[in-house]
C-alpha cells in the first residue's frame, strides 16, 4: 500500500476515520467499513485496490434518525493487510484520539481528503455560504489539514477543542473554501460522488455585491515589536506603525508577560 499513490492514500485517510480494524481469538481479525448504501461505489473501489479476497454486504437497520437505514459493509480479514494497514497508523479497537498521518511518505491532499470525505463536510451554509470543514478528535489530524490549509490557502487556522465534546472543527469558508475544496477535489481524483459533486458546486459561488472581504490578519514583525517596546506607549506606537491603538496595547502586553518572544538584539 504505496501511499504516494493518490488511490492508497486517499483510501487509507477514509479507513483512519471510518474504519474499524478488530481482533479476534489468535491471529484472527476484521476489518470494516460501514458507510451508506448509496456510497457503495467508493467500498467497490476500494476492493478493487485490495490484492485480497474481502465481501461487500448490505444490511437495513432501525436508526434515532430514520426508520430505517441501508448500509453496506465492507470486509477483510487477510492477517497480511491488516499487518500492514496496522503498521501505517490504523491502530485496533478505538481511534478517534490516538490516529495521526501516516510516518511514512504520503500524499497529503488525497490523505486530508480521505478523511473529509469519511468525518468531514462540504457544501453551502443555511445562509448560502461556501465551507468545508473536518471533525476529529486527533490533535495531530486537526494540525494536518491546519498546516495544509495554510499551504494552500495562506490562510491560518487556531486549533482549539470544542469545550463540550472535546472535538477540534477545523472550518474554512468562503473564498478560502472554494480555494482548498478546489485543490482537494481535483478532477478525476477518488472520493465520494457526492462530496465531489458538492465540491464542483462551490466554484459557482460570488461573493455578493457589497459584502465586505474577511480581514485578513497583519503579522506583527520584530522591526514593529523593537519599535513598540521602544515607545512604550501604545498610543504613539499606532501612529507610527500604522496600526490600532488596541492593537498595539494587546501587543505590548504579550511581550512583556512572555506569551509571545521578544525581539532579537542586533
Known amino acids: 500500500m504505496d501511499l504516494t499513490v493518490p488511490q492508497y492514500a486517499y483510501m487509507f485517510g477514509f479507513l483512519q476515520a471510518d474504519g474499524h480494524l478488530a481482533k479476534g481469538v489468535g491471529q484472527k481479525g476484521r476489518l470494516s467499513v460501514e458507510i451508506s448504501a448509496r456510497d457503495v461505489g467508493l467500498l467497490r473501489a476500494f476492493q478493487k485496490l485490495?490484492?485480497?479476497?474481502?465481501?461487500?454486504?448490505?444490511?437495513?437497520?432501525?436508526?434515532?434518525?430514520?426508520?430505517?437505514?441501508?448500509?453496506?459493509?465492507?470486509?477483510?480479514?487477510?492477517?497480511?493487510?491488516?499487518?500492514?494497514?496496522?503498521?501505517?497508523?490504523?491502530?485496533?479497537?478505538?481511534?478517534?484520539?490516538?490516529?495521526?498521518?501516516?510516518?511514512?511518505?504520503?500524499?497529503?491532499?488525497?490523505?486530508?481528503?480521505?478523511?473529509?470525505?469519511?468525518?468531514?463536510?462540504?457544501?453551502?451554509?443555511?445562509?448560502g455560504f461556501p465551507f468545508v470543514s473536518l471533525t476529529t478528535a486527533s490533535t495531530a489530524i486537526a494540525s494536518c489539514l491546519r498546516d495544509y490549509g495554510r499551504d494552500a490557502t495562506r490562510?491560518?487556522?487556531?486549533?482549539?477543542?470544542?469545550?463540550?465534546?472535546?472535538?477540534?472543527?477545523?472550518?474554512?469558508?468562503?473564498?478560502?473554501?472554494?480555494?482548498?475544496?478546489?485543490?482537494?477535489?481535483?478532477?478525476?481524483?477518488?472520493?465520494?460522488?457526492?462530496?465531489?459533486?458538492?465540491?464542483?458546486?462551490?466554484?459557482?459561488?460570488?461573493r455578493p455585491a457589497g459584502m465586505r472581504a474577511a480581514h485578513t490578519q497583519r503579522r506583527w514583525t520584530e522591526d514593529e515589536d523593537r519599535i513598540l517596546l521602544k515607545l512604550n506607549s501604545p498610543m504613539g506606537a499606532a501612529e507610527v506603525l500604522g496600526r490600532t491603538t488596541q492593537s498595539c496595547n494587546l501587543r505590548l502586553w504579550r511581550l512583556r508577560n512572555g506569551h509571545v518572544p521578544k525581539p532579537s538584539d542586533h
Open 50 to 127: 485490495t490484492p485480497y479476497y474481502s465481501s461487500i454486504t448490505e444490511r437495513t437497520r432501525s436508526t434515532n434518525f430514520a426508520e430505517t437505514h441501508t448500509a453496506a459493509v465492507w470486509s477483510l480479514c487477510s492477517l497480511e493487510a491488516r499487518t500492514t494497514l496496522n503498521a501505517l497508523g490504523l491502530p485496533y479497537g478505538r481511534k478517534s484520539k490516538t490516529i495521526a498521518p501516516p510516518n511514512v511518505e504520503f500524499s497529503r491532499r488525497d490523505y486530508l481528503r480521505g478523511l473529509i470525505d469519511a468525518d468531514g463536510s462540504v457544501g453551502f451554509t443555511s445562509k
Open 155 to 206: 490562510a491560518e487556522r487556531s486549533l482549539k477543542r470544542n469545550a463540550r465534546d472535546g472535538i477540534y472543527n477545523v472550518l474554512y469558508m468562503m473564498e478560502v473554501a472554494q480555494r482548498l475544496v478546489a485543490d482537494l477535489y481535483y478532477p478525476g481524483c477518488l472520493s465520494l460522488e457526492r462530496k465531489h459533486t458538492a465540491a464542483e458546486a462551490l466554484a459557482d459561488w460570488v
